[in-house]
Nanobody
Framework: QAQLVESGGGLVQPGGSLRLSCEGS????????IGWFHQAPGRERDGVSG???????YYADSLEGRFTISRDDAKSMAYLQINSLKPEDTGVYYC???????????????????WGKGTLVTVSS
């Protein structure tokens, strides 16, 4: 049974940084493209970034270069580095995987096959 588990969230002051992690199990991790999604309080889940099987990346337009996605297939891990955190970055961050390749595809929730339960990020002073 495929499972994705996020970690690394927490309370951070504005301007700080976080690295979110996503650990996969029960799936051939390197055969899946990975996406990260953000759901702010009271808002829909939005695609943040995606990474293809071979490491190509894609980001939502609004991120201003503050987000970096990466993967380590040997560890079945994916990561999302977030710098210069803003209060509007607050919310639950979800990791998702799809066997259909393509980094841009991973910004669309309907295209994802497996989901983690999310990790909460709170940006506040």
């Amino acid at each position: 049974q495929a499972q994705l588990v996020e970690s690394g969230g927490g309370l951070v002051q504005p301007g700080g940084s976080l690295r979110l992690s996503c650990e996969g199990s029960g799936l051939t991790f390197d055969y899946h493209a990975i996406g990260w999604f953000h759901q702010a309080p009271g808002r829909e889940r939005d695609g943040v970034s995606g990474i293809s099987r071979d490491g190509n990346t894609y980001y939502a337009d609004s991120l201003e270069g503050r987000f970096t996605i990466s993967r380590d297939d040997a560890k079945s891990m994916a990561y999302l580095q977030i710098n210069s955190l803003k209060p509007e970055d607050t919310g639950v961050y979800y990791c998702a995987a799809t066997y259909r390749d393509g980094a841009r595809r991973c910004l669309f929730a309907v295209d994802m096959d497996y989901w983690g339960k999310g990790t909460l990020v709170t940006v506040s002073s």
